[in-house]
């Protein structure tokens, strides 16, 4: 490439016959020399590999552990910090007030476990599975019984639409010989399900019969 000097002193960059741009020569080779891309390859493990996947999960679970016993220890902590700055007469109904609230706890969780069970038994009586119980369960018996009647009645909205999908489908029939004519003493013999689907193929003949 020559540059030269035009009238007014500015530079013109003139390209020679033959010559090629070596910067787009580059770029066009570095395109093409990148590889295709290949198809993901399932990851193996070595046993190696394992043990320090399964190490570090038990790490993981162990770490956790302790951060939630240093934050059980500074709840504790706290909790002593706060009953030293206290008088007699305020420690005293601090304590009542941590005994009431721990009383009202366990009525609540003893509440609970009494409502579950009742809960368990009134959903086994009406057929429904017992393992659905958390969803029902409440701390109040109308709440509870509430929960009870909707899922009952969901229940049996579901085993209904089941119910009329199964009739509804094409269940095996048992046909007639199409040369054989059709008696009172056979339409008399034959099933509901021959008699739907006699009906079905053949109204007139059903209805000369009946």
């Known amino acids: 490439m020559i540059r030269t000097l035009d009238d007014r002193g500015l530079g013109n960059d003139l390209k020679l016959k ?6 787009d020569e580059n770029k066009e080779v570095e395109v093409e020399g990148q590889p295709e891309d290949k198809e993901t390859e399932t990851k193996t493990y070595t046993q190696e590999e394992v043990d320090a996947l399964l190490q570090a999960e038990s790490d993981r679970r ?24 206290m008088n007699e007469q305020e420690k005293y109904e601090y304590e009542l007030q941590q005994r009431e609230a721990a009383i009202a706890e366990k009525e609540r969780e003893l509440s609970l476990a009494e409502n579950k069970a009742e809960a368990s038994k009134i959903l086994a009586e009406k057929g429904i599975s017992v393992s659905l119980v958390d969803f029902v369960v409440a701390e109040s018996a109308e709440d509870m019984a509430t929960n009870i009647d909707l899922l009952d009645k969901a229940f049996k909205a579901s085993v209904k639409a089941e ?23 056979d339409f008399m ?3 509901v399900d021959e008699l739907m689907a006699l009906k079905r193929e053949n109204p007139e003949v059903y209805n000369s019969l009946k």
């Open 18 to 23: 033959g010559e090629t741009n070596i910067m």
């Open 62 to 85: 162990v770490s956790a552990a302790l951060k939630k016993a240093e934050k059980k220890n500074a709840e504790k902590l706290r909790e002593a910090q706060k009953l030293a700055q």
């Open 163 to 185: 119910v009329e999908k199964r009739l509804a489908s094409n269940a095996p029939k048992k046909s007639l010989p199409l040369d054989k004519a059709i008696t009172k003493e």
């Open 189 to 191: 013999k034959m099933s």
